[in-house]
């Protein structure tokens, strides 16, 4: 995890396919239980992924990888990660926003705090592009729910 984790860091990401396939099968196969002991770790390779997609272009190939993270991390489907605002910037951006809606339409009730504490910027982001997300749906009432948060 650190390794990867360190390889993002870098300026330059020297062989990009080959760590995002080590990062998406580090996702798909990591123990759930193990990841909360180092939630700040593991939602930083997930902000360094969404990063580099993004600058990339190449939005879409990382949504799975995030949903999958997201269940990973959450211990409750009702739990708030850093990771959902990913997510959502990721959906926007590929124009895909059915994938993230499971994770919209539940409403929040705790928020998963990264080495004890929670960045406020996730928080709106999570609310912005949700809303950005729903207005696109046409779904304006819930849009307009997420603005408000």
């Not at 850093?82 to 994770?103: M, V």
Request: aromatic letters at 14%; a neutral charge.
């Amino acid at each position: 995890l650190c390794f990867r984790f360190v390889k993002f860091s870098m300026p330059s990401i020297p062989d990009f396919e080959t760590l995002f396939s080590q990062v998406q099968l580090f996702i798909s196969t990591c123990n759930g239980e193990h990841i909360r002991y180092a939630t700040d770790t593991f939602a930083g390779l997930c902000h360094q992924l969404t990063n580099a997609l993004v600058e990339r272009k190449q939005p879409l190939r990382g949504i799975s990888i995030l949903r999958q993270a997201i269940d990973k991390m959450q211990m409750n489907t009702n739990q708030l990660t850093s990771i959902h605002a990913d997510l959502c910037q990721l959906c926007l951006l590929a124009k895909c926003f059915k994938p993230a809606l499971p994770y919209l339409d539940v409403d929040m009730m705790d928020i998963c705090k990264e080495n004890g504490a929670y960045d406020a910027k996730h928080f709106l982001c999570y609310y912005y592009y949700g809303g950005m997300i729903y207005t696109g749906l046409k779904n304006f009432e819930r849009a307009l729910y997420f603005y408000e948060q």
